[in-house]
């Protein structure tokens, strides 16, 4: 087991930001632990819904455009209102997983103006447990209370989620069809928790980044931030356009249950 695994909560608490804690180092892993899940693909799901009939693409259609989707977890944090003005600016959409105890619960203003400004508003669990270590009671917590909380805030209650670390299984795949929720994991990880420098984190996502990627950011580290205005030139240069993950399914729609990943 590894060592941050077995550190106590109260210590990760006095960590000073800017630090990776504890369960922010977790969010951005490598996808080792759910390596056997069955996925499906942006593509997969926009194929399959075009055999069926189902032709409404939103805002984009990414069978023609070059796709990728910007997601930021573990917000909202100080940082995500400079975020916000940088989408705004950019006149990108992002999808955004948040956390909910000292997150959601912090920055209410921030998470109605996400939702206000047309980003997709999604779940990152309540407290960032490790969902296929928990009973299904507390599963079933991390879930709803933040999917409540941001309907409250929003009025609209999240259809995503996205699993602490990656880390899912059949039970939990259970569970979220039972909630309504999907399961949204990555492609692309800048390890933005071990490095303050935009720079570096800017070319990390440029070596990775390729048609329908699904990005992963935290807002919630300095270096991050700064980081975006360049990631989201370069790829507009590239021919790359940015859309939310809903939109990156179209037409086809996430099914709660199942798991999405590029």
């Known amino acids: ?41 942006p593509a997969d799901a926009r194929n399959h819904a075009a055999k069926s ?45 948040l956390l909910g105890k000292r997150h959601i619960e912090q920055y209410p203003e921030l998470v109605k103006r996400m939702a206000a400004e047309g980003h997709e508003v999604a779940s990152h669990t309540w407290d960032h447990k490790i969902l296929t270590r928990i009973p299904d009671r507390r599963i079933r917590e991390e879930l709803t209370r933040p999917d409540d909380a941001i309907e409250r805030l929003t009025g609209r209650k999240p259809t995503l989620m996205r699993p602490p670390q990656g880390r899912t299984d059949a039970n ?9 929720l999907s399961e949204v994991l990555w492609s692309v990880t800048a390890k933005d928790y071990l490095t303050t420098d935009p720079r570096l984190i800017t070319r990390r996502v440029l070596d990775q980044a390729s048609r329908d990627g699904i990005i992963l950011l935290h807002d919630i580290y300095r270096g991050t931030v700064p980081a975006v205005p360049g990631i989201i030139d370069a790829l507009k240069e590239r021919g790359y356009v940015f859309v939310t993950v809903p939109q990156l399914l179209a037409p086809g729609k996430a099914v709660p249950g199942k798991v999405y990943r590029p």
Do not use: Y
Request: proline share 6%; net charge positive.
């Open 1 to 41: 087991m590894p060592l941050w695994s077995k550190l106590p909560i109260k210590k990760r608490e006095r960590r000073p930001f800017g630090f990776p804690t504890v369960a922010a180092v977790c969010l951005a892993l490598t996808l080792s632990g759910c390596a056997q899940v069955d996925t499906t693909s």
């Open 53 to 97: 009939g189902q032709v409404r693409f939103g805002t984009v259609d990414c069978r023609e455009a070059k796709c990728i989707a910007l997601t930021f977890d573990a917000g909202p944090s100080e940082n995500s209102a400079r975020l916000l003005d940088i989408l705004r600016e950019k006149h990108v959409p992002a999808t955004f997983f």
């Open 172 to 180: 939990v795949h259970r569970i979220c069809r039972e909630l309504g």
